[in-house]
């Protein structure tokens, strides 16, 4: 998971907390996200892709200024638009990855270190593809928190070993801080982009609870859950519109 918000960086501190909890909980209330298989909103995520990564060097320029790869489509893959007052404002592919459906960016670039745990029977979220559009957000630095609460919520569906975020090192404090993530590789070349991507690992069970208990606006009820991730390759040209539930779960 990563983009070119550079406000991402910045983690609450402990006495803000409870107002931060407070502000994207009310933002919610004007979010609503969409899964996405087709049609015009297919096309919007992937020009917000490109435009974002052009912008911050994870890639080169695209003559169609879409930015899509070979991992839209498997059937693993689950790819959001996160929409403001309907309006588009960042975007998240999501693999659920097993030793039945292996197939991932993750798996692809760190294939010795995912593909013996896979055979172990663990599970990961693999999560990639983030990208936003700073320029629209409501508030600085609120859109990787509306975004990443989509691998929180497939998280709580799945209950996977853990989430994958390949991101660039530098924006890994982040996500450490958030989410207690772990660092697991170096950076290296990874695939489809330009730029050099660490593989981060957020564990589950214990740590997200805590992670939900800090932060309730990553909580989802089972509708919520189901409606994002019961089926991810139905053959669609309108996108299934999924309304946040934290307000009621917390």
């Known amino acids: 998971m990563d983009n070119n918000n550079r406000k991402a960086g910045s983690a609450p501190a402990a006495d803000g907390v409870s107002s931060l909890n407070r502000s994207i909980l009310q933002m919610l209330d004007h979010v609503e996200y969409r899964l996405v298989t087709g049609g015009e909103d297919l096309e919007a995520i992937y020009r917000l892709r490109y435009q974002s990564y052009l912008q911050s060097g994870m890639c080169g320029p695209i003559e169609s200024g879409l930015f899509e790869d070979r991992w839209d489509d498997l059937p693993n893959s689950y790819r959001f638009g996160v929409y403001y007052d309907g309006q588009l404002v960042s975007t998240l592919r999501l693999h659920y990855i097993s030793a039945d459906h292996p197939n991932s960016p993750s798996v692809d670039a760190y294939p010795e270190i995912l593909l013996p745990r896979l055979a172990r029977g663990e599970t990961f979220i693999d999560g990639t593809r983030f990208a936003t559009d700073p320029a629209n957000a409501p508030s ?111």
């Open 140 to 250: 600085p630095g609120v859109l990787p928190f509306l975004t990443l609460r989509l691998g929180m919520v497939a998280a709580c569906y799945f209950n996977p070993t853990a989430v994958l975020t390949p991101v660039k090192v530098e924006h890994g404090a982040y996500y450490a801080r958030i989410f207690h993530a772990i660092q697991k590789t170096e950076g290296k070349v990874f695939p489809g982009v330009l730029a050099s991507i660490a593989l981060f690992e957020i564990p589950s069970g214990e740590n997200l609870r805590r992670t939900l208990d800090r932060f309730p606006f990553f909580k989802s009820m089972p509708t919520e859950q189901r409606l994002m991730f019961s089926n991810p390759a139905i053959n669609r040209l309108t996108p299934r519109v999924i309304v946040p539930t934290a307000k009621f779960a917390a």
